[in-house]
């Protein structure tokens, strides 16, 4: 009788007993073939058959909406930014958590992920940033930087040996030349941090410092990327915590040009701590005593045009994310005029990268993306493989009128003036008196316009060059042109009477 109430007791037990916890810190971490580490944390609570808790990733966190547990198998759906749901399925097997990964943005994944004692990425806390004050101008950028930027064309593959034959085709194609300095390479060329702090580059860059003396050596500028939240958005080490340290480190290398990313601070920091944060790095690069150009990269959010400036930026980024379409880019356009005002010398609004080149868009598209980024005194930071260029790419990037409008002293940003019919019009002021008009045919047909010269505030008799055909043309009287679908015609005073 004894033993039957013991078995009886044991088999109504054994599920309790031996039933899977799920409750705990559940961290995958894995060294990447190209040697950084991508982490990724699930901190879970287990009440009966459910889950709560987060998933920490370094480009944010997510909170468990739905869950399920069934005997060691899990599952659970979380919400991404953009409202997608994000699923991981698997099983308790020993101490381990297998799992499918289910992300919209991504190919299904497998992870498997360890015990923890501590999550690595909640840990990080927000730093309290320096009381804000007015960072005097470092005196560069006094027109918008130009360059060349790995991300649009290469994202995570730049490697040495793409930016060593960048810098080589930037000299031979004439864009160093016509003003392109800046070789800028983007996200995904961190490694980890060494026991005192400072951070490695990962394995497709062996030696940054050599490879910034190569840069230097061909007449040009290095430059590199970081973020003040302890990831990168492509989920790279960031510089979180080691600011003062990565600013010596990049001076150390011969960096003249950060871009910094907000990325992963917003899982710290609200977006009203920005402005303090990017202060914080313009600080630390000051420190160093070298002149490094300094961009933030935190899509336009705050207003940031009306504070980008003092706490040390060269240039903002004034909205999220370029692609190489046609709609994206315009998009992009119809937020600038209303924000012209702060770009001036040394300071400027940054639409984000050029994509002329990169085969999403038509010659035409292209010609209108490169005019409006030149009326706009937008940085002109290249994205497209320079040593392999069409003609026409040729002649859209390195067209000298053009960059001249995009140079000019003035530094004043043009704006939208009116729309007639599908054309859009915008003018630029320039230096010792001079103008440039754009007209821009938004309708996917030909348009045939006559300028409206005295609606523009263009009087007297002025002699303009039609910046992509080289004809001049005279106000006034010469007025007549036929803008191809989603084309542009960019004029510019030649002489002023
Ligand atoms: C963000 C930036 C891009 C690029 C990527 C790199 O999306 O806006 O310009 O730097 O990060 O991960």
Known sequence: MKRLIAFLVLFLAAPLLF????????LYSSKQPDGHTSQMVLALQQTDNKLTGKIEHPWGRLDIKESKVDGNHFSITAITNEGHPYICEGA??????RFT?????????DVVAARAQSDPVRVATPLTPPAVRDLPPNGLAKTPPM?????????????DKIVREMADALVSSGMRDAGYIYLNIDDTWEGDRDANGVIQTNNKFPDMKALADYVHSKGLKFGIYSSPGPYTCAGYQG???????????????GVDYLKYDWCSASNLYPDSAMRAVYQKMAEALRATNRPIVYSLCQYGRENVWEWGAVVGGNLWRTTGDINDTYKRMMEIVDTQSAIAKWAGPGHWNDPDMLEVGNG???????????????????????????????TDTRSILLNKDVIAIDQDPLGQQGQFVFKR???????????????AIAAVNRANVPASVKIPWKDLGVGGNLDFKDVWSGLRVKALSDSGFTIPPHGVVLLRTEALH
Request: zero cysteines.
């Open 19 to 26: 039933a899977a916890d799920f409750t705990g810190i559940w």
């Open 92 to 97: 308790l097997d020993g101490d381990q958590l």
């Open 101 to 109: 990964v289910r992300d919209p943005n991504d190919k299904p994944y």
């Open 147 to 159: 360059g060349w930027n790995s991300w649009n064309l290469f994202a995570g593959r730049v490697d």
């Open 239 to 253: 510089s979180y915590a080691d600011e003062a340290q990565d600013a010596k480190t990049y001076a150390g290398w």
């Open 360 to 390: 999403g868009m038509t010659t035409d598209e292209y010609r209108t993306h490169m005019s409006l980024w030149a009326m706009f005194a937008a940085p002109l930071l290249a994205g497209n493989d320079v040593r392999n260029m069409s």
């Open 421 to 435: 019919g599908d054309v859009d019009y915008w003018k630029r002021q320039l230096s010792g008196g001079a103008v």
